[in-house]
T-cell receptor, first 113, second 114 residues
């Protein structure tokens, strides 16, 4: 069965600093990979996705992620954090023939001024 | 284009009651999935409906059920509510055409069991 591991349930950065949120998946076949963000009292908003093709994926709000098959990783980065980036971030995978998403446990990002 | 709409946003029930949650997908989307979000278990897949048929199912007891109508709107029902059913229930819609287009989520229904 597929699983997703997000290292670090809480990450704190200063405004303007690099954001790095880690995600590793377990699957014998490269799945589809997603990053979602959740703000308080809201649903999930898609940041970016990897299906096939270019392994560096750019998303909304300046975020990007790189699919590394050899490391089974899909880490999320942003060069310069904004206060508005404070939220919970979820990495998710799905198999290639289903819409069912398997989520990681989430990482809460705090941004300090 | 309107997003995924879930009603109601908040609901309070007591143990033993039953509840029905509603989800209207984005126009043109034929797949609707439901997820349960709790602090302890995180985000867990409940089931997916496509063209009025359940296409995928998670590991939840039979008290959790759903259905989809011809206009792709979906409802989720939970019977004999337990305290542990307190959660945020999220609905997501997608084209469901096998191209793994991303799912779009609603803002959820927060269910509290007293």
């Amino acid at each position: 069965a597929q699983s997703v591991t997000q290292l670090g349930s809480h990450v704190s950065v200063s405004e303007g600093a690099l954001v790095l949120l880690r995600c590793n998946y377990s699957s014998s076949v490269p799945p589809y990979l997603f990053w979602y963000v959740q703000y308080p009292n809201q649903g999930l908003q898609l940041l970016l996705k990897y299906t096939t093709g270019a392994t560096l994926v750019k998303g909304i709000n300046g975020f990007e992620a790189e699919f590394k098959k050899s490391e089974t990783s899909f880490h999320l980065t942003k060069p310069s954090a904004h206060m508005s980036d404070a939220a919970e971030y979820f990495c998710a995978v799905s198999e290639r023939d289903t819409d069912k998403l398997i989520f990681g446990t989430g990482t809460r990002l705090q941004v300090f001024p | 284009k309107a997003g995924v709409t879930q009603t109601p946003r908040y609901l309070i029930k007591t143990r033993g009651q039953q509840v029905t949650l509603s989800c209207s997908p984005i126009s043109g989307h034929r797949s609707v999935s439901w997820y349960q979000q709790t602090p302890g278990q995180g985000l867990q897949f409940l089931f997916e409906y496509f063209s009025e048929t359940q296409r995928n199912k998670g590991n939840f007891p039979g008290r959790f059920s759903g259905r989809q109508f011809s206009n792709s709107r979906s409802e989720m029902n939970v019977s004999t509510l337990e305290l542990g059913d307190s959660a945020l229930y999220l609905c997501a819609s997608s084209l469901g055409d096998g191209t793994n287009q991303p799912q779009h989520f609603g803002d959820g229904t927060r269910l509290s069991i007293l």
